[in-house]
């Protein structure tokens, strides 16, 4: 599945910005999708899934209450709204795609497919 994500910007501490993924490809209904981000120096690390029938999602313990993924199949998009942004949520926001049908999106050994990430500026 190929990925394409948009929506990143600059905002102020406290304030909110909404990421998109587009998918194309592969059956997209049948996989986990998430986001996962990558700090200037750190490693790239989870954020959140959502699973292959958005029944269920899962968050890191930095963005719970804060983030909420959802997802539509039938237009085959993800999308993250991303409230009460704190100077340390700045990174690099990439979308991922699971490698397995119905199979979780934890870490990075889980990921089939990148999107080409984007850059999310909070300033305090």
């Known amino acids: 599945v190929q990925l394409q994500a948009s929506g990143g910007g600059l905002v102020q501490a406290g304030g909110s910005l909404r990421l998109s993924c587009a998918a194309s490809?592969?059956?997209?209904?049948?996989?986990?999708v998430g986001w996962f981000r990558q700090a200037p120096g750190k490693e790239r690390e989870f954020v959140t899934y959502?699973?292959?029938?958005?029944?269920?999602?899962y968050y890191a313990d930095s963005v719970k209450g804060r983030f909420t993924i959802s997802r539509d199949n039938a237009k085959n998009t993800v999308h993250l709204q991303m409230n009460s942004l704190k100077p340390e949520d700045t990174a690099v926001y990439y979308c991922?795609?699971?490698?397995?049908?119905?199979?979780?999106?934890?870490?990075?050994?889980?990921?089939?497919?990148w999107g080409q990430g984007t850059q999310v500026t909070v300033s305090s």
């Open positions: 991922a795609a699971g490698s397995s049908a119905y199979a979780p999106l934890f870490t990075i050994s889980d990921v089939g497919s």
């Open positions: 490809g592969r059956t997209f209904s049948s996989y986990a």
């Open positions: 959502i699973r292959y029938s958005g029944g269920s999602a």
